[in-house]
């Protein structure tokens, strides 16, 4: 059965700084792994879909990794801002499952001017 | 394009009860899934459509059902409602036909609170 773990739970950063969060999943059968945003009382936005057999991907300053062997995802923030406050969640789409996403607790962070 | 559109966006209801969800797709896309979010137990999966037909189904009792219509639009309904069913329900939609690369994109949920 497919886990999807994020650490840490909560993250607090000044403006400006670089950052990872963390993503592990326990079942390497996945046809991507998936990064979203949640705001307060929002719905989810997608930032980045890496499929199986990529690497990495790339928006603005996000940039996003994926080592199937190992089961894990991180994405990199670069030079974060208080906009980026907000829950990332990520989430493994597994072979043979159609659409079903399998998600994280998320990483809440906050960015401190 | 318009996004994904869920309605209500805001219900509450009492214990007993039955409540239907709606759910708009992005135009083009033939996959609805379902989520309920609920602090304790974040993101959980309830059920895909693709082509009006149930593709997936998550671990939730049979209270919890829903549809597909020809237009792709979706329906979700709970029966006798419990205090635990008190989430937020999102729908996603995606083209569905190719896993690798199917995008999931969420709509703005609909808060349900039972009473």
């Known amino acids: 059965k497919q886990e999807v773990t994020q650490i840490p739970a909560a993250l607090s950063v000044p403006e400006g700084e670089n950052l990872v969060l963390n993503c592990s999943f326990t079942?390497?059968?996945?046809?991507?792994l998936q990064w979203f945003r949640q705001d307060p009382g929002k719905g989810l936005t997608s930032l980045l879909l890496?499929?199986?057999?990529?690497r990495e991907q790339t928006s603005g300053r996000l940039n996003a990794s994926l080592d199937k062997s190992s089961g894990r995802s991180t994405l990199y923030i670069a030079a974060s801002q208080p906009g980026d406050s907000a829950t990332y969640l990520c989430?493994?789409?597994?072979?043979?499952?159609?659409?079903?996403?399998?998600f994280g607790q998320g990483t809440e962070l906050s960015v401190k001017p | 394009k318009a996004g994904v559109t869920q309605t209500p966006r805001y219900l509450i209801k009492t214990r007993g009860q039955q409540v239907t969800l709606s759910c708009s797709p992005i135009?083009?896309?033939?996959?609805v899934s379902w989520y309920q979010q609920t602090p304790g137990q974040g993101l959980q999966f309830l059920f895909e459509?693709?082509?009006?037909?149930?593709?997936n189904k998550g671990n939730f009792p049979g209270r919890f059902s829903g549809r597909q219509f020809s237009n792709s639009r979706s329906e979700m309904n709970v029966s006798t409602l419990e205090l635990g069913d008190s989430a937020l329900y999102l729908c996603?939609?995606?083209?569905?036909?190719?896993?690798?690369?199917?995008?999931?994109?969420f709509g703005p949920g609909t808060r349900l609170t039972v009473l």
């Open positions: 890496i499929q199986s057999s990529q």
């Open positions: 989430a493994a789409c597994e072979i043979n499952q159609g659409g079903k996403l399998i």
């Open positions: 079942d390497s059968a996945i046809y991507n």
């Open positions: 135009s083009g896309h033939r996959s």
């Open positions: 459509y693709f082509s009006e037909t149930q593709r």
């Open positions: 996603a939609s995606s083209t569905g036909t190719s896993g690798r690369t199917d995008t999931q994109y």
